[in-house]
T-cell receptor, first 112, second 119 residues
Framework: SQQGEEDPQALSIQEGENATMNCSYK?????LQWYRQNSGRGLVHLIL?????REKHSGRLRVTLDTSKKSSSLLITASRAADTASYFC????????????FGPGTRLSVLP | GAVVSQHPSWVICKSGTSVKIECRSL??????MFWYRQFPKQSLMLMAT?????????EQGVEKDKFLINHASLTLSTLTVTSAHPEDSSFYIC???????????????FGEGSRLTVL
C-alpha cells in the first residue's frame, strides 16, 4: 500500500477561503514535507516538519503532524487564485530503500 | 534557493529513437539525484536513484536497459530513454539532494520536468 496518501484528491474553493489538505502514512518517518506543483512544472518545496515537531508555520501555510495517528495536514489560509496547483506530501525515512515517498496529491482549485 | 535545471523541457521523437534528458544542479553539488515519471493527474513514481560515480539503483519494474542513467559528476545526471515507444510518453522529473543533506533539515530540489512525446 502507498505511503503518504492525501485527501481530498481534489478540492475547489473560493478565493479568500481556507484550504485544508490531509496526508496519512503508514510507517515511522524522520520528517514529512509538503510540495507544490503547478500544472506541467516541477515541484517546489513548501515546508518540512520533523517527526518531533507538532506544528509549523510559514506565511499563509500551517502544517501539523500527528505521529500517533501517522497523519499531517496542510492549511492554506486566505487562499488566492495563484494557489491553484497540486499539493503533495512526501515522507522521508533515513536508511531506507526508497527514502522519499510521495503521496498521490491533492489538486486544489481556487476560484476567483 | 538551490536551482536544478532540466533540459529539454519538451521533446517529440519518432518511435525507435533514443532521447537524452539532462539534469543539472546549478549552484550546489548533488551527491544523489532522483528520476521520476509522472502520468497525468497522478503522483510521482520513482524510477531510479542516481549516485555520483556509481551505478544507478532502479526501482522494481523499471528496465535499466531501457532507461539509462549516468551520473558522471556532482552536478549532472542524464536519463536516456532508449528505443522509445509511444508508451514511454510521459512527464519525467529529476530532483537533486544536497551533498551535505541532513534528514533533519533537507529538502529535494526539482527540475522543471521534461515532457516526452513518442510518435
Amino acid at each position: 500500500s502507498q505511503q503518504g496518501e492525501e485527501d481530498p484528491q481534489a478540492l475547489s474553493i473560493q478565493e479568500g477561503e481556507n484550504a485544508t489538505m490531509n496526508c496519512s502514512y503508514k510507517t515511522s518517518i524522520n520528517n514529512l514535507q509538503w510540495y507544490r506543483q503547478n500544472s506541467g512544472r516541477g515541484l517546489v518545496h513548501l515546508i518540512l516538519i520533523r517527526s518531533n515537531e507538532r506544528e509549523k508555520h510559514s506565511g499563509r501555510l500551517r502544517v501539523t503532524l500527528d505521529t500517533s495517528k501517522k497523519s499531517s495536514s496542510l492549511l492554506i489560509t486566505a487562499s488566492r487564485a495563484a494557489d491553484t496547483a497540486s499539493y503533495f506530501c512526501a515522507t522521508y525515512r533515513d536508511n531506507y530503500g526508497q527514502n522519499f515517498v510521495f503521496g498521490p496529491g491533492t489538486r486544489l482549485s481556487v476560484l476567483p | 534557493g538551490a536551482v536544478v535545471s532540466q533540459h529539454p523541457s519538451w521533446v517529440i521523437c519518432k518511435s525507435g529513437t533514443s532521447v537524452k534528458i539532462e539534469c543539472r544542479s546549478l549552484d550546489f553539488q548533488a551527491t544523489t539525484m532522483f528520476w521520476y515519471r509522472q502520468f497525468p493527474k497522478q503522483s510521482l513514481m520513482l524510477m531510479a536513484t542516481s549516485n555520483e560515480g556509481s551505478k544507478a539503483t532502479y526501482e522494481q519494474g523499471v528496465e535499466k536497459d531501457k532507461f539509462l542513467i549516468n551520473h558522471a559528476s556532482l552536478t549532472l545526471s542524464t536519463l536516456t530513454v532508449t528505443s522509445a515507444h509511444p508508451e514511454d510518453s510521459s512527464f519525467y522529473i529529476c530532483s537533486a539532494q544536497l551533498r551535505d543533506y541532513s534528514p533533519n533539515t533537507g529538502e529535494l530540489f526539482f527540475g522543471e520536468g521534461s515532457r516526452l512525446t513518442v510518435l
